[in-house]
């Protein structure tokens, strides 16, 4: 077989071959630590661990055939769903193999690769039915791969938002799918739709309202109302097909979302006085899109330096196109928009696809040519990259530090549904960095072509020359794997661990879990879940405040701590005293003893104290649930102030239901007010408590296991301070059987 016609047969072989040489040469210094270390800057530390997390959990989560959109591994003992969170579930599934069989460390790492790989072939593939041309496309599937924004990525380790490949591949498919009318088409690109939704919610929005802008040029653009309709039912086969493969997480997520929502105190989409409003700091900034890259390893400190000033605690922000790219896709709007001539999948060679680099196929009668060559013309995709630019701009214009204060379109989206998910605007530039693919590659087939044939060659090395300055990736610092041996003699154990001292949004534990492989309190997520366990439950509530409490309103028993935690399953506490210091440290020590009477470390060093908690017996507990402001005193007096709704906690350990007598002393604030309780659902009556003291009496028959006392009373904000309240409560006494419970006043 001729050099030729095997080309002919793998037209996708050698750009394929290409990019995955470009991805080993900017990763080379991973490629010697697969398996036990990441790439990255500072956030990759914590947000590229915590994606190994999910790769792990993928990986468990199938092999026992498991849902991996809800986890007990974190967030001990309920779990967490995962729906709403950064899971990527494709990254894992699409890795699994890597998984097992060399750890999720060489799983985070091969699904890198093969993101800028893939990155690199989908947007190469859009880019030559748009130009036509092999060696232009080439280049513009390398603009999209390592552009500045997909090289930010990688360098905070956030896998989700690294596997941009799949919306190459979507735009590619929708194109096809809109000009050539093919059902299959349409399919397809309903499912990379779904691929993007199982990826990134981020992305999903964005390319929701990316399909939008596309329908709508491409139904203005067409000549007669069967054009229209046939570019329709292609749509609604995408949509429909996307959303059928994307129902199993939607639905769920959907429901999160108008949970959150309902449950959340209302407040403004944004504040423009606020000079840390979340979504206004997350927009770019005019001058972001025209600066060099952030990442470059000779100015991008200065660059870096400068934006700091614009989008404060936003690390690696780099929104930068590149101004090579821009030229090309400059020259591609002036000089290509009378261009159009008919693309196929197997486009006609071009001068300098014979005679710069290689001889393109012939078409194939197979494949038809587009019924539109609206796709051929750059104009589309730089309405569709102008749009991107704008809505990334977010809901204000913000020029250098001056919030000018003219609306902008993405102030409409924030009512859209789903768009709670998505509030970042910046990170629609990542549809305009797509665009430059095709936008690019028909700037640089024009140029090529219009150049004498001596000069092409030039012209080529000139061009990637320029992009390789421009695109010159960073040096790569690698963080490790390796975490302290105690945990690996953990793994095989039961029951739960607690990590201390807590930290909510730090990585640390979940890069412990996957050693010792056991239940963690706490866990780290990108939307971290409402979790009133770790203050309220006795002896964990110390250990994660790292400091002793008293309390007069229900006392505790010395060892309610160790009674709680064993009825929990929370069999292991680690102490990391190298994160601790000074009065923290003395404060980790008192909750210690507290909290753990009478236990020893099972293992201790410079670094760490271990300890395994005893089995201790069962007996009844009450304690305060969620909803109450801490506890106040005056001398003697003690009080505590419950907003909306507060509850008490009853543990009944036993088989059978268990009498329990409760009294209540209660004063409301500033008017009377009616009290509703319930014993978890089930109605108990009201209770109106007024401005002096009013006793409630209460003898209830609480089931084995868990059960919540509810008590909901209209709430208003005190005259000075921020709390919203309802009654106070001024005396608690709980009486459980003699032979099982005690007196708490």
Known sequence: MTRHAYRKQHPILAPALGYLALTLIVFAPILPHLTSAIPGGPVANSDGWQNVWNLWWVHKAVAALQNPFYTTYLYHPHGTP???????????????PVTALLGPVAGYNVALLLAFTLCGIGAYLLALRVSGSRVAAFVGGAIFAFSPFHLTKA??????????????????????????????????????????????????????????????????????????????????????????????????????????????????????????????????????????????????????????????YIAAWNVSLGYTALALALAGLVLARGDRRPATDNPQPTTDDRRSMTSAAAPSSSVPRPCSSLGRSPWPWALIALAALVLSLGPLLHVGSLRTGVPL???????????????????????????????????LRVLLERLPTTRRTLALVTVAALLLIEYFPPAWPLHLAAQHPYYARLRGDSGALIDLPARPESAEPLRAQIVHELPVVGGYVSRLPYYPFVWTVPGVRQLWAGQPDER??????????????????????????????????????????????????????????????????????????????????????????????????????????????????????????????????????????????????????????EHRLVLRAPAEREPVGERVISIVLVDVAVRWPPDQGRVAR
Not at 425 to 441: D, E, G, K
Request: charged share 15%; hydrophobic share 50%; proline share 7%.
């Open 82 to 96: 995962l729906y709403l969170q950064t899971l990527n579930a494709s990254n894992g599934l699409l890795v699994l």
């Open 155 to 312: 360098w905070d380790g956030q896998l989700e938002q690294i596997a941009i490949q799949w919306v190459a591949f979507y735009a590619l498919f929708l194109l096809r799918a809109a000009e050539d009318f093919r059902r299959r088409d349409a399919f397809v690109a309903g499912l990379f739709l779904a691929l993007i939704g199982y990826t990134s919610w981020y992305y999903f929005f964005f390319f929701a309202i990316y399909t939008a802008i596309f329908a709508l040029i491409w139904l203005a653009a067409a000549r007669s109302w069967l054009a229209r309709r046939r570019i329709t039912a292609q749509f609604v086969i995408t949509a429909l097909s996307g959303a059928l493969a994307l129902a199993p997480i939607l639905l769920p997520a959907l429901v999160a979302v108008r949970a959150g929502r309902s449950a959340a105190t209302p407040e403004p989409p944004y504040d423009p006085n606020n000079p840390l409003d979340l979504i206004l700091i997350h927009s770019a900034n005019l001058y972001d899109i025209f600066l060099p890259s952030g990442l470059h390893p000779l100015w991008g400190g200065a660059v870096e330096a400068l934006v700091r000033e614009w989008h404060p």
């Open 409 to 443: 379109p993405y102030a409409l989206l924030l009512s859209l549904p789903g768009a709670d998910i998505a509030r970042r605007p910046s990170h629609f530039v990542v549809i305009a960095v797509l665009m430059l693919a095709p936008l690019t590659a028909l700037g």
């Open 552 to 705: 007069a309103l229900l006392p505790e028993r010395p060892d309610d701590g160790l009674v709680a935690m064993s009825y929990y399953g929370v069999r292991h506490v680690v102490v990391h005293w190298d994160a601790l210091g000074g009065r923290a440290r003395r404060q980790m020590e008192a909750a210690l003893t507290q909290a753990l009477p009478g236990v020893a470390p099972v293992y201790a060093d410079e670094r760490l104290s271990a300890y395994r908690l005893p089995e201790t017996a069962s007996r009844p507990l009450t304690f305060f649930g969620d909803g109450w402001f801490p506890e106040e005193r005056d001398g003697e007096r003690r009080w505590r102030w419950m907003t909306a709704e507060g509850s008490v906690v009853f543990i009944n350990p036993s088989d059978l239901p268990q009498a329990v007598e409760l009294r209540l002393a209660a004063q409301s604030f500033h008017e009377p007010r009616e009290v509703t309780l319930l014993l978890g659902s089930a109605p108990l009556g009201t209770w109106g408590v007024g401005a002096d003291v009013s006793r409630r009496v209460m003898r209830l028959l609480v089931p084995p296991g």
